[in-house]
T-cell receptor
Framework: AQSVTQLGSHVSVSEGALVLLRCNYSSSVPPYLFWYVQYPNQGLQLLLKYTTGATLVKGINGFEAEFKKSETSFHLTKPSAHMSDAAEYFC????????????FGTGTQLKVEL | AAGVIQSPRHLIKEKRETATLKCYPI?????VYWYQQGPGQDPQFLIS???????DKGSIPDRFSAQQFSDYHSELNMSSLELGDSALYFC???????????????FGAGSRLTVL
């Protein structure tokens, strides 16, 4: 079985500041890891994914994440927050051989202040 | 580019009524997934279909059923609705055979069900 833990249900940053959203996973087999973003009353949009290969992955809107197997982490970062980044962010895991089904973390609400 | 289409976008029902949600996957996607997202909750996996056969089952109540049709669209049927069924229901689709892994799920905008 797999699970995802997102530390901090709410994160607040100033515009222009570093964004760091934390995600740790538990998996019995090599995982595939994803970050999705959800704007109010909208669907889930893929930000980035890690499957194999390079552990630092870059996504849309300037976000990136690094897969660290030793720490079972997949934290999401962005060097400089923008007001438009305010949204809810979900980390998710699927398993190799698991048919693509995603298990989500509980989400982190990002607030960006002036 | 074509996305995942869900209908209706909003639905209001009374307790004990029945509701049907529809999902039209991205063309050539053969796998459909249903998720339920309660207020302030993370999306919970309900059920998935690959090539019109149920491929996985999650926390779907017995009052709910779903199927995938020959044109790959899917319908989620919910009966004897309860207040706790009020949620955002997402459909997602992906390419790839069962057990292939690594394929990205593309989500629809969701259907918001309100049970009064």
């Amino acid at each position: 079985a797999q699970s995802v833990t997102q530390l901090g249900s709410h994160v607040s940053v100033s515009e222009g500041a570093l964004v760091l959203l934390r995600c740790n996973y538990s998996s019995s087999v090599p995982p595939y890891l994803f970050w999705y973003v959800q704007y109010p009353n909208q669907g889930l949009q893929l930000l980035l994914k890690y499957t194999t290969g390079a552990t630092l992955v870059k996504g849309i809107n300037g976000f990136e994440a690094e897969f660290k197997k030793s720490e079972t982490s997949f934290h999401l970062t962005k060097p400089s927050a923008h007001m438009s980044d305010a949204a809810e962010y979900f980390c998710a895991v699927s398993l190799t051989g698991g048919g693509n089904k995603l298990t989500f973390g509980t989400g982190t609400q990002l607030k960006v202040e002036l | 580019a074509a996305g995942v289409i869900q209908s209706p976008r909003h639905l209001i029902k009374e307790k004990r009524e029945t509701a049907t949600l529809k999902c039209y996957p991205i063309p050539r996607h053969d796998t459909v997934y249903w998720y339920q997202q309660g207020p302030g909750q993370d999306p919970q996996f309900l059920i998935s279909f690959y090539e019109k056969m149920q491929s996985d089952k999650g926390s779907i109540p017995d009052r709910f059923s779903a199927q995938q049709f020959s044109d790959y669209h899917s319908e989620l049927n919910m009966s004897s609705l309860e207040l706790g069924d009020s949620a955002l229901y997402f459909c997602a689709s992906s390419l790839g055979a069962w057990h292939s892994g690594a394929n990205v799920l593309t989500f629809g905008a969701g259907s918001r069900l309100t049970v009064l």
